[in-house]
Every structure is written in C-alpha cells, then in structure tokens.
C-alpha cells in the first residue's frame, strides 16, 4: 500500500507562482511513476504532469507546458510541481499519483491517489 500527502497549494495571483510536493511512503518509491492530476469545480479530472522513475521522460499537458515543472527526490520519496506563471484557469484541487507504469499515471489509472491540495489563482 502506498500513501501519497500532498502539500503546498495555496492563494496565488496571476502571473505568480505555487510549488507542490506530494511525498510517498513506499519504501520502493523509487520504482514508480508520478504524476499531477487537476480537477476544477464542475469539470473532469484531467492530467497535469508526469515523471517516470528514472525522471528522464517529464510529460506535461499542453496547458502547461512552458510554465509548469515536474521533479522528483527519490532520496525523500517526493515529487514537486513547480507552478509559474500562473493563470486563473490553473485553479483547482491538484491531486498526486504514483503506479509502477507511466501509462497508467499519464491516463489517470493510477493505483494509488492523494487527497488533493487546493490551488487557487486570482485575476
């Protein structure tokens, strides 16, 4: 069983920014995938970002490509999500993700999910 505590979001204006942190506790952190999923009020959850194990292939949703940064500390079990240039429409509850297979993180089939951390940005 693997946990995931996200941690980090906040209030923020546009233009500015938000770093994410989501840690692990898997003692074979190092083996999974993780990815960043958002879901707005009203809307379908949708992918964010994606790390694979070796953290050689970031994935990002075209959305944020350019402004959004994905990285991993396997030493401490933890993936962050670097926010910039922050736009109104960012605002949402972001959720962290692991799976041993980076196609299961990138489509949203992870096994195993945090509780969300709320990310809010004003005009």
């Known amino acids: 069983q693997v946990q995931l505590v996200e941690s980090g979001g906040g209030l923020a204006q546009a233009g500015g920014s938000l770093k994410l942190s989501c840690a692990a506790s898997a003692r074979t952190f190092s083996s999974y995938a993780m990815g960043w999923f958002r879901q707005a009020p009203g809307k379908e959850r949708e992918f964010v970002a994606a790390?694979?194990?070796?953290?050689?292939?970031?994935k990002y949703a075209d959305s944020v490509k350019g402004r959004f940064s994905i990285s991993r500390d396997s030493a401490k079990n933890t993936v962050t999500l670097q926010m910039n240039s922050l736009k109104p429409e960012d605002t949402a509850v972001y959720y962290c993700?692991?799976?041993?297979?980076?196609?299961?993180?990138?489509?949203?089939?992870?096994?195993?999910w945090g509780r969300g951390t709320q990310v809010t940005v004003s005009s």
């Open positions: 790390i694979n194990w070796s953290s050689s292939i970031p």
């Open positions: 993700a692991t799976d041993l297979y980076f196609n299961r993180v990138v489509g949203g089939t992870s096994a195993y």
